[in-house]
């Protein structure tokens, strides 16, 4: 299909598992067909943007038809607080019924166990044990069966659910099930869809918008229209709507809530070629998912953030008082052999005594951030004034209240009392609110925060680390604070036992400034990364965490996905039962997930339940506690023991159900924040740098990786290095803004994108010489199959073909081909002429027109060029040293003495060195045909490239037969002569004779072409060099005054401004390989020279992706010629001879440096220096007229802080 994509969809009626789930499977083709017949692949990256929409248009699509099909409806049931939609009529008791576990696991294991010991006659070890463990969850969750009928799978499911009646679960079958959702549907209709659809159409569409905007805000700093459309859709279905019935609605609120977004990017202005516009008139170099939005309320709260973190308040903490709790701290930790650490000393007095509303603290894992709160909380209490503390998660608040001493709650807790005013939030001026685990704060909840602040007269200190979990929305206030005003650090490390770890946990924490980026080098060097299947993976480590809590070690274990962690929580259990730490004699009480805890098992609570109170009242039910399963009751209550402070408590039936999980294992984020002696992760390649940060930073003495390969062929490098560049892809405001503008404004993008535009104008240049040259063939050779021989010429019609040239796919190879051997000083004409002139563009082993006529040039113009260049290279030719203009005076001279002996030498074929490989010598062209025949047998399943190559060793071979049986005597003779084969001494030919072929040999080479005047590529124009902006094309005759000629010129003149100004920004923010240029220099040319230069570097850089922690300016292989005996290529001289700029332009920095002034005047030139820097920097970071509104209110924010 043109202009779409095709895919093949695979229905699916069953989960893995068996139960009913019905879904599809898409796979989508790679490449796609254009309108204008031309293949291309698809960009992954937009693909991947529209993943979330496909998914959302899917499920809504889904309910619409099976609603139009049975008229059953659906229901939006909370689910971990999210909308799930089921069936009416279907209850969540049925559904987790058919969902449960398919049998017994103890009774699994010892049938697994007896058959162990029956084939090998004794008892398992604990190794074995292990797997057989495996062996038995697996069994009693099976995996994914061949595929059945819906018929068969009706037959299963209609079984299930007359045995569920067993178990006190009712489910309707077959007819009765029909008239039963029926009936409940139609219920439902009627009491409540028709009333919310109503409420929808009365509800104002700017309450609509608003609705959506706040999800979108809530989730993300920026969005996309794939957002925009994905969001609309969640919020429409819950809404009871769709797309068939109410699409006039619903295009309302998508084109609202995209017009009350903020437009951030930049419409790309630039002149582009009509041939590299899209229908819609945008550029094909801005990608089709470029549009990037915000909202006012976002990027009002990232100011009203970096304005706290520079606004002025009264301090909480006097320095005197701060110096004595200092003191105090000394004098403890002096007693037990111990110092204060600085950082944490830095930490603990800029939270206390800073006068600043907001202060962030960023330490990595194990740096000691508890210690240093500590130490302020004292000085500010000291002070008269209260610490109050708050977390994401009540866990969090838990512990800061345990290890602080401080009154803590959760963040959403006190937000929601104090915006509901249903409680009072006793916050008093002079209070500080610490925030702790920061990073994982929202923004716009980080906002609030501050207004209460703000409102109260109290000051915010949060405290957290960037570079682990961050916020499930839209979040980066930590770094952005850290980026645009700064923060305190605190960079000693104390968990780990080891030294070496815990530098290792710093290089994993976030890439070097110089250096290769290897995060996982000392992991693996010390033997603490494994890496195999997942189930492998899953025993090793239940192996590895059992032997350590065996050995009195508390130890955890770590998954990246909530599949793995059950599969994990399965086999922990087994080995408990096995054991005898678990019993089973009770029975089992079913878990949300399907799991079944016993007496003795460890399970998870995964919900806030305040009402739910433990430990005489100072404690209540909280998500990611952790307990031991003391009772179980018949109506599915727990009653369970807290394993931390021991507090019991009764979880209710429906809470068990909904929110607890077997709790041996934990997710990434559920670990984050807990300290243990040894931790086993098992990440994947969708684990990303902080996840594997997190994990890896849990324990003390020990933290084991271990890789799950999930793909055939997968290895655990690449995984290592998917997972250490997966990283910072939640961006604040201000971040994408000046991404966007880098992007824009990138040296390497646009100087390929000139490049692009330049290979456009070489084939308009190359059109009038291709028509030339075709159309001065009359007549095709036509050849025996056979012996080689032309037994007939056929009639060419070159101007026609000419015409198919252009219009083939390959036309701009072609022309790429030709320009190159134009630019060699080779006629393109006379080139083409000789390509077209060998034959038909006709498939020579089928007779059918070619494809591809541009494609069959494009391979004859390159061979002959092969061609023509192994015969100026054949410097053993015996003449071919001397010049033209020699040559023929020689030729004049011996033909006066030679006329006689001229007649009696006869040639059979006086042009013989016109014939394809004439010129080759014997042995060269038999190991050439020898590479070309492996080269086809290797090509066989490629038919166009197989026949090429196949024509290729045709003409070998035809070469190869006519040497062997058409050459003799004289003729022989003369050839092996010119072709440099053996000497002219002691044979017939006369010096005339040889100086004459010799001639005619050169006269058969392709003419050469006179080219216009260009300047040196070491020239600067237009503020940039042409090694590094190739303006050949540019600068043609052929394109003056033409559109395209003007584009180029716009483009280059833009790029040498742009290279300006990059440098000056370079020179500012000083990466490692800067310092290979020397300081900027005073002088204003030599400063100008200096950026170029820079810029110049970078562009290069940028173009084969060095790392920024490269410190070597151009890499050696960048500058390295391959075949030193050649000239050099363009991309090897460019790198030559920006390297001698990096040279050069130090030698100018360092003599400038020592250049003599009058004294006094050194500091006036670093002022001057520093203030062009500073001058230029700010002339990058203007916007453009599509972020005014943007840049306006950040520049406004940012001067204000800086008032």
């Known amino acids: 299909t043109k202009s779409g994509i095709i895919g093949t969809k695979f229905r699916h009626y069953d989960s893995r598992a068996g139960d009913p789930n019905l879904h599809d499977h898409v796979v989508i083709a790679n490449r796609v067909e254009g309108e204008d017949d031309k293949w291309s692949s698809i960009d992954g990256r937009v693909l991947y943007q529209y993943g979330v929409e496909c998914s959302e248009l899917y499920n809504s699509r889904v ?39 398919r049998g017994d696991i103890s009774a699994e294991l010892d049938k697994v166990k007896e058959k162990f010991v029956a084939d090998n006659g004794y008892e398992p070890s604990e190794k074995q044990l292990i797997k057989l463990a495996q062996q038995a969850t697996l069994a009693t969750r099976p995996a994914k069966s061949e595929a059945r009928s819906l018929e068969d799978l009706h037959i299963e499911w209609v079984a299930q659910a007359h045995a569920l009646s067993e178990y006190g679960v ?129 990027l009002t709260a990232e100011n009203k953030i970096l304005d706290a973190a520079s606004r002025a308040v009264i301090p909480a903490s006097t320095v005197d008082v701060f110096e004595l709790a200092a003191q105090k701290r000394r004098t403890e930790l002096a007693k037990q052999g111990h110092t204060l650490p600085a950082g944490q000393e830095a930490m603990a007095r800029a939270f206390a005594t800073s006068d600043k509303l907001l202060v962030v603290g960023i330490g990595a894992a194990g740096a000691g951030k508890t210690s240093s709160t500590r130490l302020a909380v004292d000085a500010i209490e000291a002070s008269g004034n209260r610490v109050i503390g708050m977390a994401p998660t009540a866990a969090a608040a838990a512990v ?19 915006q509901s005013g249903k409680a009072y939030v006793d916050v008093r001026p002079g209070d500080v609110l610490l925030v702790d685990e920061a990073g994982m704060i929202a923004t716009p909840k980080m906002e609030k925060i501050l207004t209460l602040a703000q409102e109260r007269g109290a000051l915010v200190r949060a405290l957290g680390d960037y570079r682990q979990l961050s916020a499930v929305g839209s979040g980066g206030a930590l770094r952005l604070v850290d980026r645009e005003i700064g923060a305190v650090h605190l960079d000693e490390l104390f968990r780990f036992k080891s030294p070496e770890e815990a530098a290792a946990t710093l290089a994993l924490r976030e890439p070097p400034l110089v250096g290769t980026d290897k995060p996982f080098s000392w992991y693996l060097e010390n033997d603490r990364v494994v890496a195999g299947s997942t189930d492998a993976m ?59 805890a016993h007496l003795g098992d460890t399970i998870v609570t995964r919900k806030n339940a305040r009402r739910l109170v433990v430990n005489s009242g100072q404690d209540f039910v909280k998500n990611g506690d952790l307990w031991r399963v003391t009772d179980l009751h018949d109506d599915g209550r727990i009653t369970a023991q807290h394993t931390g402070h021991g507090g019991k408590v009764t979880l209710p039936a429906g809470y068990v159900q909904e929110s607890v999980e077997l709790g041996y294992a934990a997710t990434i984020h559920r670990a984050q924040g807990s300290t243990v002696d040894t931790a086993h992760a098992l990440v994947d390649a969708s684990t990303d740098r902080a996840g594997a940060y997190v994990a890896l930073t849990r324990g003390r003495e020990n933290n084991q990786l271990y890789v799950a390969l999930l793909a055939d062929g997968e290895k655990r490098d690449d995984v290592l290095d998917r997972i250490t560049g997966a990283y910072e892809r939640d961006l604040t405001v201000h971040e994408s803004v000046d991404q966007l503008r880098a992007e824009h404004r990138n040296l390497a993008t646009l100087i390929a994108q000139h490049e692009d535009i330049s290979e456009l104008a070489a084939q308009k240049v190359m059109e009038p010489y291709l028509m030339e040259g075709m159309s001065r063939v009359k007549e095709h050779p036509v050849r025996d199959k056979d012996s080689g021989q032309i037994i007939d010429h056929t009639p060419a019609n070159g101007v026609e073909d000419a015409k198919a040239v252009l219009a083939s796919p390959a036309w701009p190879a072609l022309a790429h081909d030709m320009g190159e051997a134009y630019r060699q000083g080779i006629d393109p004409a006379a080139l083409v002429e000789r390509a077209y002139a060998r034959r038909p563009l006709e498939a020579s082993n089928q007779g059918a027109e070619a494809k591809d006529y541009a494609a069959v040039m494009q391979w004859r113009v390159e061979k002959i060029g092969v ?26 001279q011996a033909a006066k003495r030679a006329q006689p002996l001229e007649n009696r030498i006869q040639l059979d074929d006086a042009w013989w060195f016109t014939n394809p490989y004439a010129m080759v010598k014997s042995d060269e062209l038999m190991a050439m045909r020898s590479r070309t025949f492996k080269a086809l047998q290797a090509n066989e399943n490629d038919g166009s490239l197989y026949d090429r190559i196949k024509e290729n060793l045709g003409d070998m071979d035809a070469e190869v037969q006519r040497r062997r049986w058409e050459v003799s005597g004289d003729q022989r003779e003369l050839e092996q002569i010119i072709r440099g084969e053996r000497p002219r001494s002691g044979h017939n030919f006369t010096l005339h004779k040889v100086l004459s072929e010799e001639q005619r040999v050169r006269q058969h080479l392709i003419p050469t072409i006179d080219l216009p005047e260009t300047k040196k590529p070491e020239q600067i124009q237009n503020g940039i060099s042409g090694h590094t902006l ?11 005054n033409t559109r395209l000629g003007t584009i180029l010129h716009s483009r280059s003149r833009e790029i040498g401004q742009l290279a300006q100004v990059r440098g000056a920004q370079l020179a500012a923010e000083q990466p490692e390989w800067v310092k290979q240029l020397g300081d900027v220099p005073a002088n204003k040319k030599l400063a100008r020279h200096w950026y170029r230069t820079a810029a110049e570097v970078e ?90 509104t943007v840049e306006q209110s950040i520049t406004e924010s940012r001067l204000t802080r800086e008032e």
């Open 867 to 892: 061609d023509a260049q192994k015969v100026h290279e054949m410097a053993e030719r015996p003449l071919s040293y001397l010049s033209d203009e020699h040559l023929d005076k020689l030729v004049e």
């Open 1030 to 1040: 190739d303006r050949f094309w540019e600068n043609h005759p052929h394109l003056h």
């Open 538 to 596: 899953i025993e090793d480590v239940f192996r590895k965490y059992s032997a350590d809590v065996t050995a009195g070690k508390q130890s955890i274990m770590i998954a990246s996905t909530n599949e793995t962690v059950t599969r994990l929580n399965d086999l922990a259990q087994a080995h408990a039962i096995e054991h005898g730490q678990v019993s089973t004699g009770a029975g089992a009480v079913a878990l949300h997930n399907s799991s079944r």
């Open 63 to 101: 309910q619409q038809y099976v609603t139009e099909k049975t008229g059953l409806q659906f229901e939006p049931r909370m689910q971990n607080g999210k909308p799930i939609h089921e069936i009416v009529g279907i209850s969540d008791e049925t559904i987790r019924a058919f969902s449960s576990r």
């Open 170 to 298: 009712q489910v309707p079958v077959d007819h009765q099930l029909a008239e039963s959702l029926k009936n409940a549907s139609a219920q439902y209709e009627q009491n409540t869809l028709q009333t919310v659809r109503q409420e929808a159409y009365s509800t104002p569409l700017e309450a609509h918008t608003d609705a959506v905007l706040s999800r979108l805000e809530e989730a993300r700093s920026t969005w996309r229209r794939t957002h925009i459309n994905a969001e609309t859709t969640r919020y429409v279905r819950e809404l009871g709507l769709n797309e068939a019935q109410d699409q006039g609605l619903i295009s309302s609120i998508r084109q609202s809530v995209t017009e009350d977004s903020l437009p951030l990017h930049i419409k790309d202005t630039r002149l582009t070629p009509r041939e590299y516009l899209r229908k819609d008139g945008t550029s094909q170099y801005q990608r089709i998912d470029s549009e990037l939005f915000t909202s006012e309320r976002v």
């Open 1099 to 1188: 562009s290069l850089r940028d173009k084969y992706n060095i790392v920024p922690s490269e410190p070597e300016a151009v890499p050696k292989k960048l500058r390295t010629q391959a075949k030193p005996h050649e000239a050099p290529s363009r991309a090897e001289a460019r790198g030559k001879f920006i390297h001698a700029q990096v040279i050069n332009t130090h030698k100018r920095s360092v003599m400038a440096a020592h250049h003599r002034m009058p004294k006094g005047e050194h500091e006036n030139v670093h002022i001057a220096q520093a203030r062009d820097t500073l001058l230029r920097a700010q002339e990058a970071r203007r916007e453009d007229n599509a972020q005014q």
């Open 400 to 418: 800061m209240r345990s290890e602080m001493r401080i009154n803590a709650d959760t963040v959403d807790k006190f937000l929601i009392d104090w």
